[in-house]
């Protein structure tokens, strides 16, 4: 079983629809975890870090759910510029090790 | 402040030579990662350093290997290169280990090995 796992998608949505992403992960003990997003052919860039409580960033929200161990991204009023390949990371703890989902891919169409 | 960089941004080599490449964390962190993307593939993850040390590696043969220097700048070296060695590698630095190890990425160097 891979360590974490994301639907890859296609999520092909319109302009202001609502989104969201889940992304499992198997190592209980798991301690740190983040959304990724990654432009095509770019370098990821950090989106934002999950905490146990869920936070907000403006139209960005994330989730931890431990007891079934998964996080997920939810995305309002999506914008064109949203379109991009969104990374679910997990640090295994030990080693400090992270895992990257294979990414889910969105686009936003007008 | 600057972010992570990376040299050389693009590099070609012959199958069997060396590759070296090189990345400079975002000053005031000590840890750097190195991962390979290949196309159409997620993030594997290559080696971890800090403080001067590997940390640990990830599911790599041998010939992949690095090490960090006083200033925390990074090397990743790959020996007798295969084909299957093109990919993207990404270096990613943050500022030490615990529960919010939030990492930042350099541009990446794109390997092809011809």
């Known amino acids: 079983r891979k360590e974490v796992e994301q639907d890859p998608g296609p999520f092909n949505v319109p302009e202001g629809a609502t989104v969201a992403f889940n992304c499992t992960y198997s190592n209980s003990a798991s301690q740190s975890f983040f959304w990724y997003r990654q432009d095509c052919r770019k370098e990821p860039k950090l989106l934002m870090s999950?905490?146990?409580s869920g936070n907000e960033d403006g139209r960005f929200t994330a989730q931890l759910n431990r007891a079934s161990q998964y996080i997920s991204l939810l995305i309002r009023d999506s914008k064109l510029s949203d379109s991009a390949t969104y990374l679910c990371?997990?640090?295994?703890?030990?080693?400090?090790?992270?895992?990257f989902g294979t990414g889910t891919s969105l686009t936003v169409i007008p | 402040e600057a972010g992570v960089t990376q040299s050389p941004t693009h590099l070609i080599k012959t199958r069997g030579q060396q590759a070296t490449l090189r990345c400079s964390p975002i000053s005031g962190h000590t840890s750097v990662y190195w991962y390979q993307q290949a196309l159409g593939l997620g993030l594997q993850f290559l080696l971890w350093y800090d403080e001067g040390e590997e940390r640990n590696r990830g599911n790599f043969p041998p010939r992949f290997s690095g090490r960090q220097f006083p200033n925390y700048s990074s090397e990743l070296n790959v020996n007798a290169l295969e084909l299957e060695d093109s990919a993207l590698y990404l270096c990613?630095?943050?500022?030490?280990?615990?529960?919010?190890?939030?990492?930042?990425f350099g541009p990446g160097t794109r390997l092809t090995v011809t």
């Open positions: 999950v905490y146990s």
């Open positions: 990371v997990v640090n295994g703890n030990t080693g400090n090790q992270f895992y």
């Open positions: 990613a630095s943050s500022s030490g280990t615990g529960r919010s190890n939030e990492q930042y």
